[in-house]
Nanobody, 126 residues
Framework: VQLQASGGGLVQAGGPLRLSCAASGRTFSRYVMGWFRQAPGKEREFVAR????????YYGDSVKGRFTISRDNAKSTVSLQMNSLKPEDTAVYYC????????????????????WGQGTLVTVSS
């Protein structure tokens, strides 16, 4: 499985940005997908997750109400719509895949995921 994240860039505070992650493999519909981020000097942080069934979603507390994760199984992509961006959202954003047999760690733990993209940098200016 290969993951390619894109869409990062420089945006002003309060603005929107949309990240995308394209996945290889024939069974994308069986991948549970997540987004994480890591700011300079900080630990990796869970951002969002989208499950298989009914596309159930989960969000980190710091992004709830502002970010929306979605998936398009026909295009093997997962997206992260980020609205009302804040300077503290500045980070490298990574998409990740939890593939069968699925991980047993809590959904917001990085070790739950088997494959990671290369990351895309989001910079929010104040």
């Amino acid at each position: 499985v290969q993951l390619q994240a894109s869409g990062g860039g420089l945006v002003q505070a309060g603005g929107p940005l949309r990240l995308s992650c394209a996945a290889s493999g024939r069974t994308f519909s069986r991948y549970v997908m997540g987004w994480f981020r890591q700011a300079p000097g900080k630990e990796r942080e869970f951002v969002a997750r989208i499950d298989l069934k009914d596309s159930i979603t989960y969000y980190g507390d710091s992004v709830k109400g502002r970010f929306t994760i979605s998936r398009d199984n026909a295009k093997s992509t997962v997206s992260l719509q980020m609205n009302s961006l804040k300077p503290e959202d500045t980070a490298v954003y990574y998409c990740a895949a939890d593939t069968p047999p699925y991980g047993t760690s809590w959904y917001n733990r990085g070790n739950r995921y088997d494959y990671w993209g290369q990351g895309t940098l989001v910079t929010v200016s104040s």
